[in-house]
C-alpha cells in the first residue's frame, strides 16, 4: 500500500499463470514443423515423408513433457519461451532433414544425415531442460557459485586451446571415442551467472566513483581494472582460439552487463572503443582473422579463385527473394560441406522460405530475446535481474553475431544459430539457458504471498456484535 | 507434385509462421498493462465487498454497522484515527493510512517511516493497532526516547487523538 499523500494505488494484476496458452501455442509450435517436413517431402519425393509419424510423435513427446514439467514446477513462468524454443528447434529439425536429402553434401566424409543426431541432442537438451527447472528450485542459489563459476567458465574457454584447430578455429574439445562438443556454448551460461554475481556486489563502486566530463561519467582508474581484464582475456581468445564469435560474445556480454548494472552510457563507449581497437590490433597480425575479414570484403574473389561461402550465402538469399521457392526447392548445397547445416543454416532458411520466411524466425528471436529481458524488468530480486539480462544479452549476441555473419554485415564468425543449426553442445546449452530464464520468470510472476487477514478487524467483529 | 500444390503449401507455411509470430504479440499485450492504478476510494470499497462475503451469516444489523462504520472512517470503530500526520519536522505533511498494519520509525532504511534525524535511533518506535483497534506506541529502545505530550514513554501506551508524539524533532500525530 502506498503510504503518502497520494490517492491512486499503483498495484500490480494478479498474473495468471497462463500455461492453458502455452499449451496452446505448443501444440501450434509442434504442427508447424510437421507441416514444414511434409511440405519437405512432397517437394523431394512427391510423397509424405516415411517418418513424418515418428517425428510428430517425437517432437510432440518431447514438448508435452517439457509442458507438464513447468506446469509442475514452474507454473507461473513465462507462457512464450518455451513455445518459441520447440517451435525454432523443430524448424531446425526439418531444414537439417531437408539438406541430409542432398547426396553432394551429405557424404560419408562429411559426416553423413545429420538429423537423426541432432534428433537425440535436441531430447538431452530438453532432458537438461527438466533437469534444471526441478533441480533448480530457485536461482538465487547460483549467486553462491559466483566465484566458482568464474573458474570453471575460465577453464572452458581456455580448454580448447590444447586441441586441434577446426575449420580453421580452436573452439572444440575432442573426447576420443566419445565426440567433440564446444566449451563456449556452456561458457555462455557459466559466464553470465558469475558476472551477475561479480556486479551485484560491485556495482555501486563502478557507477558512482566517478568524475563528469563532456556528457560522460569517467570512471576512476582502478574501477576499469575488470573491464581491462575481461577485455585483455577476450582478445587472448581471439588470438590463440582464433575465434571472433566467442570472443565478441564473451566481451559483449560484460559490457551489456555493466551498463545495465550501473546505468551509466560511458561503459558502453569505453566497450566499443576497446572491442574496434582490439580487434583492429588483431586482424593486423593474425592471418585466419585476416582471411574472415578478407572474405567478408571481397565475397566475389577467393585466394585460389571462385567464390566465397559468403558470397553462396548472397546468391541464396538473392534466389529466395520476398516470399522464397519453397521448402526443399533451393540449391543451398551449392555452398559446400556441412557449413549449409550448421553455420549457413539461415541460407537455407532465406532461400526456400524467402525474406518474409527469414523475417518471421528473426522475430521469434527476438520475441524469446524480449521474453527474457521482461524478465529481467519483473524480477525482484537484483541477481536475478542481472542473470536474465546476462542470458538473454549472450543469446541475443549470438543471434546477431551469426545472423550478421551470414548476412554479410559482419565477417563470418565460428558460432551456431541458436536452435537452428546443427550442433549438440550449442542445443543442450540453449535448452538449459532457457531453463535458468524460465525459473526466473517463475519466481518473478508468482503472486506475492497473501497477507495473514487482520486480526483486529476479526476479533472486533465478532466480541462486538 | 504439381506446381499448384507447392506454391500453396508454400504460401501457406509463410502464413502459419507468421500466425504464431502474431498470436505470441497477442499473448505479450497482456503484459503491456501489468500495473493497474486504482483510486483510493473505489480500492477501499474492492476490499470491503470480500470481508462482508466471508460471513455472510452475520446478522443484519451488525451488517448494517459496518458500512455505516466503512462508510464514515474505513475503520469499524466510530472516532479510530485514519490516518498519522507528521506534522513537525523535515517530513512534515507525509500521511500514512493506518490500515491495521504496524508503523515503525526510525532511522533505518527499512522503516515505514525513514527520519533523517540526528536525535533519532535507527529502530526508534513502532506503532501498532491492539486487539481493539486502539493505536499503541511503544518505545523500542531508544536512545533520546519518545515523547507523548510531555511524557517520555516506558510502556506501550494507547495513543489518544490529536496528542502528539515527538521524535528528536519530528512530531506524528493520529487525526481521523
Known amino acids: 500500500m502506498s503510504s503518502t499523500t497520494n490517492t491512486t494505488t499503483i498495484g500490480t494484476i494478479g498474473a495468471p499463470s497462463r500455461r492453458n496458452t502455452e499449451l496452446a501455442l505448443l501444440v501450434f509450435a509442434v504442427i508447424i514443423p510437421v507441416f514444414a517436413y511434409i511440405n519437405v517431402g512432397l517437394a523431394k519425393e512427391e510423397t509424405v515423408p516415411a517418418g513424418v509419424l515418428g517425428y510428430t510423435l517425437g517432437l510432440g513427446l518431447l514438448a508435452g513433457v517439457a509442458h507438464l514439467v513447468v506446469r509442475k514446477w514452474a507454473p507461473y513462468a513465462d507462457p512464450l519461451m518455451l513455445p518459441i524454443a520447440t517451435l525454432l528447434n523443430g524448424l531446425g529439425l526439418v531444414f537439417i532433414w531437408r539438406l541430409d536429402q542432398e547426396p553432394q553434401i551429405s557424404t560419408p566424409q562429411l559426416g553423413g544425415a545429420m538429423a537423426p543426431g541432432q534428433l537425440m541432442w535436441s531430447t538431452l537438451g530438453v532432458a537438461l531442460f527438466l533437469g534444471v527447472l526441478i533441480f533448480l528450485k530457485d536461482h538465487r542459489v547460483l549467486q553462491r557459485y559466483t566465484y566458482i563459476s568464474m573458474v570453471v567458465a575460465l577453464v572452458l574457454l581456455i580448454s580448447p586451446i590444447f586441441f586441434p584447430a577446426r575449420f580453421g578455429a580452436r573452439i572444440w574439445i575432442t573426447i576420443p571415442g566419445v565426440g567433440s562438443l564446444q566449451p563456449g556454448e556452456f561458457a555462455k551460461i557459466i559466464i553470465a551467472i558469475f558476472f551477475a554475481g561479480y556486479l551485484m556486489v560491485k556495482r555501486d563502486a563502478l557507477a558512482l566513483a566517478s568524475r563528469r566530463f563532456m556528457g560522460l561519467y569517467l570512471p576512476r582508474g582502478r574501477d576499469l581494472g575488470p573491464i581491462l581484464v575481461i577485455w585483455a582475456l577476450s582478445l587472448m581468445i581471439l588470438v590463440f582460439e582464433t575465434d571472433l564469435g566467442t570472443s565478441l560474445l564473451f566481451f559483449g556480454l560484460f559490457v551489456i552487463m555493466l551498463y545495465v548494472a550501473t546505468e551509466r552510457t560511458s561503459w558502453i563507449v569505453f566497450g566499443l572503443l576497446l572491442s574496434a581497437g582490439g580487434a583492429v590490433a588483431v586482424a593486423t597480425f593474425e592471418s585466419h582473422v585476416q582471411v574472415r575479414v578478407h572474405n567478408w570484403l571481397n565475397p566475389l574473389e577467393l585466394l585460389n579463385g571462385g567464390v566465397t561461402e559468403t558470397a553462396q550465402a548472397m546468391y541464396s538469399f538473392g534466389s529466395g527473394g520476398i516470399l522464397g521457392s519453397g521448402l526443399g526447392q533451393g540449391y543451398s548445397r551449392l555452398i559446400g560441406g556441412i557449413a549449409p547445416k550448421s553455420d549457413y543454416i539461415l541460407a537455407t532458411v532465406g532461400e526456400e522460405i524467402g525474406l518474409a520466411g527469414l523475417m518471421a524466425i528473426l522475430m521469434l528471436y527476438g520475441l524469446l530475446i524480449e521474453r527474457g529481458i521482461r524478465t529481467a524488468l519483473a524480477a525482484r530480486d537484483p541477481f536475478g535481474k542481472l542473470l536474465a539480462v546476462g542470458l538473454s544479452g549472450a543469446f541475443a549476441l549470438q543471434v546477431f553475431v551469426v545472423a550478421g555473419g551470414v548476412t554479410g554485415l559482419i565477417p563470418l564468425t565460428g558460432m551456431t544459430m541458436p536452435f537452428l543449426a546443427q550442433g549438440g553442445s550449442s542445443v543442450i546449452a540453449n535448452w538449459a539457458l532457457v531453463a535458468i530464464l524460465l525459473r526466473i520468470s517463475d519466481t518473478a510472476r508468482r503472486p506475492a504471498p497473501t497477507p495473514a487477514p487482520s486480526t483486529d478487524a476479526e476479533m472486533t467483529q465478532v466480541v462486538r456484535p | ?176
Not at chain 2, 28 to 49: K, N
Not at chain 2, 60 to 78: K, S, V
Not at chain 2, 100 to 126: E, F, K, P, W
Open chain 2, 1 to 176: 507434385m504439381s506446381e499448384l500444390t507447392l506454391t500453396v503449401m508454400r504460401l501457406g507455411f509463410l502464413a502459419v509462421l507468421w500466425l504464431f509470430v502474431i498470436v505470441a504479440v497477442q499473448v505479450i499485450r497482456s503484459d503491456l498493462f501489468g500495473t493497474r492504478v486504482t483510486q483510493r476510494g473505489a480500492a477501499r470499497r474492492g476490499a470491503q465487498e470480500p470481508r462482508a462475503q466471508r460471513q455472510p451469516a452475520a446478522p443484519p444489523q451488525q451488517q448494517q454497522r459496518r458500512q455505516e462504520g466503512g462508510r464514515g472512517n474505513n475503520r469499524q470503530r466510530r472516532g479510530a484515527p485514519t490516518k498519522l500526520v507528521v506534522s513537525e519536522g523535515s517530513l512534515t505533511g507525509t500521511t500514512v493510512a493506518l490500515q491495521g498494519q504496524t508503523i515503525s520509525l526510525g532511522r533505518a532504511h527499512d522503516s515505514t517511516i525513514v527520519l533523517d534525524d540526528d536525535y533519532a535511533s535507527s529502530r526508534h518506535a513502532r506503532i501498532y493497532p491492539d486487539r481493539d483497534g486502539q493505536w499503541i506506541v511503544e518505545d523500542l529502545g531508544s536512545t533520546n526516547g519518545t515523547y507523548l505530550d510531555r511524557t517520555r514513554l516506558t510502556t506501550p501506551t494507547p495513543i489518544p487523538l490529536g496528542a502528539p508524539i515527538r521524535i528528536g524533532k519530528t512530531v506524528i500525530e493520529l487525526r481521523k
